[in-house]
């Protein structure tokens, strides 16, 4: 938590030594078959925005609190065909130029993984923010001619 971050960077003020960076959000908004060692009874097979981080994460908008804020998330890797998960990705990295600054002040890198995912899917997704995949050839469907999928992106998207 942040909380947590603030105390560790505090003990460690003129040492050198490593620092939490930030968090990488791993699930649960999973494709159910590509779950790889997380619990299946905690994945989640729908998105519904940025609510749905709040909510699975506990996140809160006060810094005084336990629960993280948006702010102690880096990364947050999630299946991009999802229902309601393009505009989570599109709400968590600010892909959106209109949206002002005070809907979501911190921007978050979306990563692809644990994912069914088309080479389409793939595509939407990178147009809505997603930066980056996780386990690639893992968790993901196999790269075929007539299927890339999400590896297929590697050679065609730049933003990756």
Same mark, same amino acid.
């Given at each position: 938590?942040?909380?947590?971050?603030?105390?560790?960077?505090?003990?460690?003020v003129?040492?050198?030594?490593?620092?939490i960076?930030g968090?990488?959000?791993?699930?649960?908004?999973f494709?159910?078959?590509k779950?790889g060692?997380?619990?299946?009874?905690?994945?989640?097979?729908?998105?519904?925005?940025?609510?749905?981080?709040?909510?699975?994460?506990?996140?809160?908008?006060?810094?005084?609190?336990?629960?993280?804020?948006?702010?102690?998330?880096?990364?947050?890797?999630?299946? =991009?065909?999802?229902?309601?998960?393009?505009?989570?990705?599109q709400?968590?990295?600010?892909?959106?130029?209109?949206?002002?600054?005070?809907?979501?002040p911190?921007?978050?890198?979306?990563?692809?993984?644990?994912?069914?995912?088309?080479?389409?899917?793939g595509?939407?997704?990178?147009?809505?923010g997603?930066?980056?995949?996780?386990?690639?050839?893992?968790?993901?469907? =196999?790269?075929?001619?007539?299927?890339?999928?999400?590896?297929?992106?590697?050679?065609?998207?730049?933003?990756?």
């Amino acid at each position: 938590t942040r909380k947590q971050q603030k105390k560790v960077s505090n003990e460690k003020v003129g040492c050198v030594g490593a620092n939490i960076l930030g968090m990488h959000l791993e699930g649960p908004f999973f494709a159910p078959s590509k779950g790889g060692a997380h619990d299946r009874q905690q994945i989640v097979a729908s998105v519904k925005g940025l609510a749905s981080v709040e909510e699975v994460y506990g996140i809160n908008t006060n810094e005084g609190g336990e629960a993280p804020v948006l702010e102690d998330i880096d990364i947050i890797t999630l299946a =991009p065909e999802l229902p309601g998960a393009l505009d989570a990705i599109q709400s968590l990295t600010k892909s959106n130029p209109s949206a002002s600054p005070e809907a979501n002040p911190h921007s978050v890198v979306v990563s692809c993984g644990h994912t069914e995912a088309s080479y389409e899917d793939g595509i939407q997704a990178v147009s809505q923010g997603a930066t980056l995949l996780t386990h690639l050839y893992n968790a993901m469907n =196999p790269f075929h001619h007539r299927k890339p999928g999400l590896v297929g992106l590697l050679s065609s998207e730049t933003r990756l």
